[in-house]
């Protein structure tokens, strides 16, 4: 069983062909973090995440889990990470049920039927479970959708945009479940465009700005203020 308490990206760069989508990115993460990836939209952030997720190999640079890189992991390492994408990978014509069981079943968990009952249960959709999914709200699909990240209890969790055409009650409900994830000691990083949301929920931000890295200062206003502030000082349209 592999496990990790810290995750370090080490001087790391990605190229697509002649265009740097990363350039020299370093950061550390430890468990019991969430922390806010924020930039404007190609900065980087998407990138970074599929990474992370070992989708991706990085041009030049490391990334380590613990003391071991990806290939080093091999594949007992996919089993810590939960990656929800703005593809929320559920199947419109199966029920919520259906979707959890059958990739509790991709995952070789045992008991696919309790593991979707308990998930369905936290997620608030016990009521609708045997209901398709093509008719469930955005929000509904989301939570579903987290979930379904979270079935194999992943260390660390990364979510590309988690709050996108949310209600006011749908994000809150979000919210909390990542206060639970940084309470069970998972590493959680947020991609997110929803600065007063997270503003107050995240322990640190960092922003990805023309590929590179920037720390945003946890002291001087809120974090949309830090946010345009480092923006403007790096020179880009204030979002």
Same mark, same amino acid.
């Given at each position: 069983?592999?496990?990790?308490?810290? *995750?370090?990206?080490?001087?790391?760069?990605?190229?697509?062909?002649r265009?740097?989508?990363?350039?020299?990115? #370093?950061?550390?993460?430890?468990?019991?973090?969430?922390?806010?990836l924020?930039?404007?939209?190609?900065?980087?952030? =998407? +990138?970074?995440?599929?990474? !992370?997720?070992t989708?991706?190999?990085?041009?030049?640079? =490391?990334?380590?889990? /613990?003391d071991?890189?990806?290939? @080093?992991? &091999? =594949? &007992? !390492?996919? /089993?810590q990470?939960?990656?929800?994408?703005?593809?929320?990978? *559920?199947? #419109? @014509? !199966?029920?919520?049920?259906?979707?959890?069981?059958?990739?509790? /079943?991709?995952?070789?968990?045992?008991d696919?039927?309790?593991?979707?009952?308990?998930?369905?249960?936290?997620?608030?959709? #016990?009521?609708?479970?045997?209901?398709?999914?093509?008719?469930?709200?955005?929000?509904?699909?989301?939570r579903?959708?987290?979930?379904?990240t979270l079935?194999?209890?992943?260390? %660390?969790?990364?979510?590309?945009?988690?709050?996108?055409?949310?209600?006011?009650?749908?994000?809150? +409900?979000l919210?909390d479940?990542?206060?639970?994830l940084?309470?069970?000691?998972?590493?959680?990083?947020? &991609?997110t465009?929803?600065?007063?949301?997270?503003?107050?929920?995240v322990?640190?931000?960092?922003?990805?700005r023309?590929?590179? %890295?920037?720390e !945003?200062?946890?002291?001087?206003g809120?974090?949309?203020?830090?946010?345009?502030?480092?923006?403007?000082?790096?020179?880009?349209?204030?979002?």
């Amino acid at each position: 069983m592999f496990d990790f308490d810290r *995750l370090t990206i080490d001087d790391v760069s990605r190229f697509y062909g002649r265009r740097r989508a990363l350039s020299h990115v #370093s950061l550390t993460l430890q468990t019991g973090q969430l922390v806010a990836l924020l930039g404007p939209n190609g900065a980087g952030k =998407s +990138t970074l995440l599929g990474l !992370l997720a070992t989708l991706v190999r990085p041009s030049v640079g =490391s990334i380590r889990y /613990g003391d071991k890189d990806a290939r @080093e992991a &091999a =594949s &007992a !390492l996919r /089993g810590q990470i939960g990656f929800l994408s703005h593809d929320l990978q *559920l199947y #419109s @014509e !199966l029920s919520a049920r259906e979707n959890l069981e059958f990739f509790a /079943g991709l995952y070789g968990l045992d008991d696919p039927p309790g593991r979707a009952t308990r998930a369905l249960d936290r997620a608030g959709l #016990s009521p609708r479970a045997d209901d398709v999914v093509d008719g469930y709200s955005r929000g509904m699909r989301q939570r579903l959708a987290l979930e379904r990240t979270l079935l194999h209890d992943p260390r %660390m969790v990364l979510l590309d945009e988690p709050f996108t055409g949310l209600d006011e009650a749908s994000a809150r +409900t979000l919210a909390d479940r990542l206060r639970g994830l940084k309470a069970q000691g998972r590493i959680v990083l947020l &991609a997110t465009h929803d600065l007063d949301i997270a503003d107050g929920l995240v322990d640190r931000s960092v922003m990805l700005r023309n590929g590179r %890295m920037i720390e !945003l200062d946890g002291v001087g206003g809120s974090l949309r203020e830090r946010y345009r502030a480092a923006l403007a000082q790096a020179g880009s349209p204030v979002a």
